[in-house]
């Protein structure tokens, strides 16, 4: 098993709440995360581990293990079970561990019945900084995190990827809620891999769909929550120049990004007009998970004005701006620093990051001009 960074943000959270809830996209790794901290388990997908924890529930509530819960979403009336044993001995932590793949359910029930009583951590995919391997980390960019899907062994991109998208639309997304044919699933995955990266049309999309694009906000809003989109915000600051207010839409696992857009190898991927697009959303997704994994509460957003001046990431983060832009360079040119810093004064950020693949980092002052694994180590403090 790979160690996971976010284990010790995990544990901290046990320390402290009744109760923890662990999100994160299908086959991401939370099973055995979870299962790697012991106690007693039980999959509420199935109808016999539901029977199990209906009968021994008594037991089960009261038992100095920790409690693990996996798709707890499938079985709702747990909820409510959870508060009252939660409430009959408010002292005591890390009783519950509650694993779920698409946080709209999930986070519904919790809002419910356990605020205040549960706390939230995300797993993604394997991500750059947790790969030791030279050719593993060589794989991720092109075949993504997922551990199955390439990135561990060499093989199983792009067919791994597409099939997991196609079991996603034809039976998950559906049972989750969402209200759209596989076919118009599908077809509304391929739009977003050919608009990942860019700023979000919803009527553009929807009358390609036929579809309104009250619609398709809705149907966004699944595939968010089942952690295969990310919604980057646009950035609202009192500035001289008009900034547009759109969100920019971004597959978060690049894999499967690149499996929908027919790219199967790193040459292949490089010679695609769209490539600093993709370059661009990979380091946004390491970035912000590495914020996570230093256990810090941030906000991110991109920043583009209507003269088309913009900045791929701004998180705040500890009462500060940070400013990224990504370039898929392994010699970056003084004025794509100057661009940076021109950009960045705008808003005041108070870090700058050019993050191109040039080994290692050059720092000065508030820039830094690095490859993504000096990016992740200066985010998680290292």
Request: hydrophobic share 45%.
């Amino acid at each position: 098993m790979i160690p996971r960074k976010i284990a010790s943000v995990l544990h901290h959270r046990l320390g402290s709440f009744p109760a923890v809830a662990m999100v994160g996209p299908r086959q991401c790794g939370k099973t055995t995360l979870a299962r790697s901290l012991g106690g007693r388990y039980f999959d509420l997908e199935q109808e016999p581990e539901r029977l199990r924890l209906d009968l021994e529930w008594d037991r089960v509530a009261v038992s100095p293990e920790l409690v693990v819960l996996d798709e707890a979403q499938a079985w709702p009336e747990i909820f409510a079970r959870l508060r009252g044993a939660i409430d009959e001995d408010r002292g005591r932590n890390g009783r519950f561990l509650l694993l779920g793949s698409v946080s709209p359910s999930l986070m519904r029930h919790v809002s419910e019945s356990l605020a205040g009583r549960l706390a939230l951590v995300e797993l993604t995919p394997l991500a750059l900084s947790e790969l030791r391997d030279g050719d593993q980390r060589g794989r991720r960019w092109v075949f993504g995190g997922y551990a199955d899907g390439g990135v561990l062994r060499g093989h199983g991109h792009p067919v791994w990827q597409l099939d997991y998208l196609e079991l996603l639309a034809q039976r998950d997304l559906p049972n989750w809620g969402l209200p759209a044919l596989a076919q118009t699933t599908g077809r509304l995955l391929r739009m977003l891999a050919a608009v990942h990266a860019q700023e979000w049309n919803a009527s553009a999309v929807g009358k390609s769909l036929a579809l309104s694009y009250h619609t398709v906000n809705g149907y966004l809003d699944y595939l968010e929550g089942a952690f295969l989109i990310r919604r980057l915000p646009a950035f609202h600051a009192n500035i001289r120049k008009r900034l547009v207010k759109r969100p920019k839409v971004l597959w978060r696992d690049s894999g499967l990004l690149h499996a929908l857009l027919n790219v199967g190898d790193r040459e292949t991927l490089l010679n695609q007009p769209w490539v600093g697009a993709s370059w661009e959303g990979f380091v946004i997704e390491q970035a912000l998970t590495a914020f996570q994994h230093s256990d810090r509460r941030w906000q991110a957003f991109h920043m583009r004005t209507a003269d088309q001046r913009e900045l791929d990431l701004v998180v705040e983060v500890d009462g500060e701006l940070w400013a990224f832009e990504a370039k898929l360079t392994a010699t970056p040119r003084p004025s794509d620093l100057a661009r940076l810093n021109a950009n960045a004064d705008l808003i005041g950020a108070h870090r700058r990051f050019l993050v191109c693949q040039r080994g290692g980092s050059m720092k000065k002052d508030a820039q830094v001009v690095c490859d993504l694994e000096a990016l992740t180590d200066y985010i998680e403090g290292r």
